[in-house]
Structures are given as C-alpha cells and as structure tokens.
C-alpha cells in the first residue's frame, strides 16, 4: 500500500492548461480502470473530479479530463480559473478487499 | 438533503479507543459501499477502512489493520470506525465517503486527536 506519486505542486496562468500526473504499479495505477481525482480547496471536504479515468460527474465542467497510460494517470484543467486553485489528489484501487491508495497530493497554483 | 455527517472525535491518550460513526441521509444507504478516509494535519488523504453494503467485505490500511474495526448498521443508515489502541500518528480530521469504486459524496470530518 505505497502511496501513488504525484508532483508537489504545479502552476500555470488563468486560460491556460496544466496537466498532473499520478504514478503508481501495476498492482494500483496500472492494473485498474479505477483511478479517480479529488479537488479539495482549503478547510473544506475533497469533492470528486474525475472517475473510473476519464469520466465526469454532473458537477464537473469539461475543461477538467483524464487519461491514463500505463501506470501513469494524468489530470489536465484546461483554461485554467482562479476557482481551480486547489489542493488535487489521484486515488486508484489496489486489489483485492476493498484495497486503496491515494496519491501525496499537488497543489495547483493559478498565477 | 443527501450528506454524510460524521461525529465522535475527540482527544483520547496513546492506548486508549474511540468510536466514530457517520450518519447518512437523503441516499439509500445500503446500495453503498463506505470508507473512512483521514488526513492528518497539513498532510494528504490516507485511505483507512472500507465495507461493502452487505458487510461482505472489507478492507484496512496496513497501519491500521489489527486496530481498527469497521462496520456498518443499515437499519440505522450508519457506518462506524472502532479505534483501539491509539497512536500519536492516528492524529487526523477523519472523512466517510460513499461509494464502491470511487468516493462521489464525503462528510465534513470529525477530528480525532491523540495525545497525552
């Protein structure tokens, strides 16, 4: 149960498009359609991004997406907000009995 | 109104135990999966504890598994987390979350501090 890996922090400009990517094994990442994103803002609960890869709640605009390769799962936000500026985390089942792991988190910055 | 509401934390010494419970509304609760989710202070999130609507299944982290028991009372539309023999490290505001495969409704946490 090795948390997955993600960048501590990225960043880009109000408009444009930033991408984090969420590495693991092929025992989480890899071996799984299960892989989800967590926006979390400060003081508040996560809220669900992003599931089983690349698919959207109803809640979600389309500029965020997913996608995976590997096991390697990217989250991209496109046309970026100053609303964007979270803390995001990747989650991803891990096996049997109900096994998961999450990444370290990175905290998106909109300059 | 559909929500998680989580209750029982509190601050308990290294060795003692505490009870948490989460109290769903406004979804049917035992077409569900639960888990408890924690995050200790200025850190990420850490998967605790998982059950399936029927009890069926469950699941620990490695460092809670031995300590920490999980259940869920369908009736009362309830999930639990039994902590026993407490450690500084369980220090954490501690989430449910609702699902099977992903978490798409969370609580606001309850905060379980241990301390001496």
């Known amino acids: 149960q090795s948390a997955l890996t993600q960048p501590p922090s990225a960043s880009g400009s109000p408009g444009q498009s930033v991408t984090i990517s969420c590495t693991g094994t092929?025992?989480?990442?890899?071996?799984?359609?299960?892989v989800s994103w967590y926006q979390q803002h400060p003081g508040k609960a996560p809220k669900l991004m992003i599931y089983?890869?690349?698919k959207r709640p109803s809640w979600v605009p389309d500029r965020f997406s997913g996608s995976k390769s590997g096991n390697t799962a990217s989250l991209t936000v496109s046309s970026l907000q100053a609303e964007d500026e979270a803390d995001y985390y990747c989650?991803?089942?891990?096996?049997?009995?109900?096994?998961?792991?999450f990444g370290g988190g990175t905290k998106l910055t909109v300059l | 109104e559909v929500q998680l509401v989580e209750s029982g934390g509190n601050l308990a010494q290294p060795g003692r135990s505490l009870r948490l419970s989460c109290a769903a509304s406004?979804?049917?609760?035992?077409?569900?999966?639960m888990h408890w989710v924690r995050q200790a202070p200025g850190k990420g999130l850490e998967w605790v504890s998982g059950?399936?609507?029927?009890?069926?299944?469950?699941g620990y982290a490695d460092s809670v598994k031995g300590r920490f028991t999980i259940s869920r009372d369908n009736a009362k539309n309830s999930l639990y987390l039994q902590m026993d023999s407490l450690r500084a490290e369980d220090t954490a505001l501690y989430y449910c979350?609702?699902?099977?495969?992903?978490?798409?409704?969370w609580g606001r946490g309850t905060l379980v501090t241990v301390s001496s």
């Open positions: 406004g979804i049917t609760f035992d077409d569900y999966a």
């Open positions: 989650s991803s089942y891990a096996g049997s009995n109900l096994d998961w792991v």
């Open positions: 092929s025992s989480d990442v890899g071996g799984y359609y299960y």
């Open positions: 059950i399936t609507w029927d009890s069926g299944d469950i």
């Open positions: 089983e890869i690349n």
């Open positions: 979350a609702k699902g099977r495969w992903f978490f798409d409704l």
